[in-house]
């Protein structure tokens, strides 16, 4: 290992892969698209609005690909992912991160904001994932956004988002 490399350059390990961040636009999803760039990936990512995805791609560097859809039905996950197959040949890891906080005090929580919660966080998350198999290499990694909120409550706050799909091969 070259010591006199920045650190950034020194740890490469996503060098020659493509890494796909649903909800990479912004929050934890760019911060994380970021981190698989600076390691070397090519690096897809996925939201809604047109003009912050292209905000991120300059943030996160030349060759990001970038997918407009809603991902919080099965007809946006079916159409993202037929653009992200005619845009990359394969996906080598992805984190499915597009979602909502939903916390709020437990009055608050009406039948609107649970749907769009629980449409993108896990019904979006689920089919994303059963969307996404063909694309997977061989050995490819599916990390799901998870929260800490399931184990701990906050007082005076009702969480709705930790609920998330499992998956193991
Ligand atoms: N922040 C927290 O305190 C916290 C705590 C625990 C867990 N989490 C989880 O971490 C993840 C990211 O949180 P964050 O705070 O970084 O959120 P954020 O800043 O609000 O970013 C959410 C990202 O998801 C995208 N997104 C939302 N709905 C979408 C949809 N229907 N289709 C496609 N993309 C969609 C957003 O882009 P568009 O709006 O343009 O679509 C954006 O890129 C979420 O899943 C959340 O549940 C967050």
Same mark, same amino acid.
């Given at each position: 290992? %070259?010591?006199?490399?920045?650190?950034?350059?020194?740890?490469?390990? =996503?060098?020659?892969? /493509?890494?796909?961040?649903?909800?990479?636009?912004?929050? #934890?999803?760019?911060?994380?698209?970021?981190?698989?760039a600076?390691?070397?990936?090519?690096?897809?990512? !996925?939201?809604?609005?047109?003009?912050? #995805?292209? !905000?991120?791609?300059? #943030?996160?560097?030349?060759?990001?690909v970038?997918?407009?859809?809603? #991902?919080s039905?099965?007809?946006?996950?079916?159409?993202?992912?037929?653009? +992200?197959?005619a845009?990359?040949d394969?996906?080598?890891?992805?984190?499915? %991160?597009?979602?909502?906080?939903?916390?709020?005090?437990?009055?608050?929580?009406?039948?609107? /904001?649970?749907?769009? +919660?629980?449409?993108? %966080?896990?019904?979006?998350? =689920? =089919?994303?994932?059963?969307a996404?198999? @063909?694309?997977?290499?061989?050995?490819?990694?599916? +990390? =799901?956004?998870?929260?800490?909120?399931?184990?701990?409550?906050?007082?005076? /706050?009702?969480?709705?988002?930790?609920?998330? @799909?499992?998956?193991?091969?």
């Amino acid at each position: 290992m %070259n010591r006199e490399l920045p650190v950034a350059d020194r740890r490469r390990r =996503f060098l020659g892969k /493509t890494c796909l961040v649903t909800g990479g636009s912004r929050g #934890l999803g760019l911060a994380a698209a970021q981190a698989f760039a600076r390691e070397g990936a090519r690096v897809v990512i !996925i939201a809604r609005d047109p003009d912050q #995805l292209k !905000i991120a791609a300059e #943030l996160i560097g030349d060759g990001t690909v970038t997918v407009a859809a809603d #991902l919080s039905s099965v007809a946006g996950i079916k159409a993202a992912i037929s653009e +992200v197959a005619a845009q990359v040949d394969r996906v080598d890891a992805a984190y499915i %991160n597009a979602g909502h906080a939903g916390m709020k005090r437990l009055d608050d929580i009406d039948e609107a /904001t649970w749907d769009r +919660v629980f449409d993108t %966080n896990v019904k979006g998350s =689920f =089919f994303l994932m059963q969307a996404l198999r @063909p694309l997977l290499a061989p050995g490819g990694a599916v +990390v =799901f956004c998870g929260s800490a909120a399931g184990r701990r409550a906050s007082a005076g /706050t009702a969480r709705t988002e930790p609920a998330r @799909p499992r998956w193991s091969t």
